[in-house]
């Protein structure tokens, strides 16, 4: 999952930053609220932790033009002026939800995937596909009772592809949630990561694969059997 943290205190910023890789997160920063605004637009991310006080424009206005504009993407604000003012505004601006300074990061991390539970049809931490379970509080995956040990990057596509199955995915949209936005699209590092995923994660003895590549698209992970009227390479 992709993350943007808009927070004008470097150590708060690279404190966030380095405790969400530490939870598998890809997560990119922006200094204030004009370029967060602008990063948010332009980027798919997953969620955005946003800072109330910030040069340029404050976390308030961000949020409002990022609604105006429609964009959904689940935000929580943090402050430290924490007055029920602050949060009503926050809330009926169209927050979902409110972190007051200082916190500690457990709080943070389990309330930010309490906002991306709520915008995903998944209410479960467990993911599943077939019998691949992927946890996303513990990042333990699982198959055939066996545990898979995922690096950051294969852990953060795997994520997209499971919350995804059964769609076809081109690499470009595949890029747009797992990578940073300033990624070469003409890169082929896509179907490295594909590769070496599968080599982990899927079965040795034959069966259909749990990741197709459909021909000149890009990629589908596959749970219940779904039509295979598409060109697909086995
Ligand atoms: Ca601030």
Same mark, same amino acid.
């Given at each position: 999952?992709?993350?943007?943290?808009?927070?004008?205190?470097?150590?708060?910023?690279?404190?966030?930053?380095?405790?969400?890789?530490?939870?598998?997160?890809?997560?990119?920063?922006?200094?204030?609220?004009?370029?967060?605004l602008?990063?948010?637009?332009? %980027?798919?991310?997953?969620?955005?932790?946003?800072d109330?006080?910030?040069?340029?424009?404050?976390g308030?206005?961000?949020?409002?033009?990022?609604?105006?504009?429609?964009?959904?993407?689940?935000?929580?604000?943090?402050?430290?002026?924490?007055?029920?003012?602050?949060?009503?505004?926050g809330?009926?601006?169209?927050?979902?939800?409110?972190?007051?300074?200082?916190?500690?990061?457990?709080?943070?991390?389990?309330?930010?995937? &309490?906002?991306?539970?709520?915008?995903?049809?998944?209410?479960t931490?467990?993911?599943?596909?077939?019998?691949?379970?992927?946890?996303?509080?513990?990042?333990?995956?699982?198959?055939?009772?066996?545990?898979?040990?995922?690096?950051?990057?294969?852990?953060?596509?795997?994520?997209y592809?499971?919350?995804?199955?059964?769609?076809?995915?081109?690499?470009?949209?595949?890029?747009?949630?797992?990578?940073?936005?300033?990624?070469?699209?003409? &890169? %082929?590092?896509?179907?490295?990561?594909?590769?070496?995923?599968?080599?982990?994660?899927? %079965?040795?003895?034959?069966?259909?694969?749990?990741?197709?590549?459909?021909?000149?698209?890009?990629?589908?992970?596959?749970?219940?059997?779904?039509?295979? %009227?598409?060109?697909?390479?086995?």
């Amino acid at each position: 999952m992709r993350i943007l943290v808009v927070e004008d205190e470097k150590k708060v910023a690279n404190f966030i930053k380095n405790g969400l890789e530490e939870e598998r997160y890809i997560v990119e920063t922006a200094p204030d609220g004009v370029t967060g605004l602008q990063m948010a637009m332009e %980027n798919e991310f997953d969620a955005i932790l946003l800072d109330v006080m910030l040069p340029g424009k404050d976390g308030f206005t961000v949020l409002r033009e990022l609604r105006d504009a429609g964009n959904v993407t689940p935000i929580m604000m943090l402050t430290a002026r924490g007055t029920t003012e602050d949060r009503v505004q926050g809330l009926d601006l169209g927050a979902d939800d409110y972190l007051p300074k200082p916190f500690i990061f457990q709080e943070l991390a389990a309330r930010l995937r &309490s906002i991306l539970r709520r915008s995903s049809p998944e209410k479960t931490t467990k993911l599943k596909c077939s019998d691949l379970i992927l946890d996303t509080v513990t990042h333990f995956c699982y198959r055939f009772n066996k545990e898979i040990e995922l690096t950051t990057k294969e852990y953060a596509l795997l994520e997209y592809l499971i919350r995804n199955k059964n769609r076809i995915l081109s690499r470009s949209t595949i890029t747009q949630h797992v990578w940073k936005h300033n990624f070469d699209p003409e &890169s %082929n590092i896509i179907d490295v990561y594909i590769k070496r995923l599968r080599t982990k994660i899927e %079965n040795e003895d034959g069966s259909k694969p749990l990741i197709q590549s459909i021909r000149g698209v890009g990629y589908r992970m596959r749970d219940v059997p779904v039509d295979d %009227n598409v060109d697909v390479d086995e």
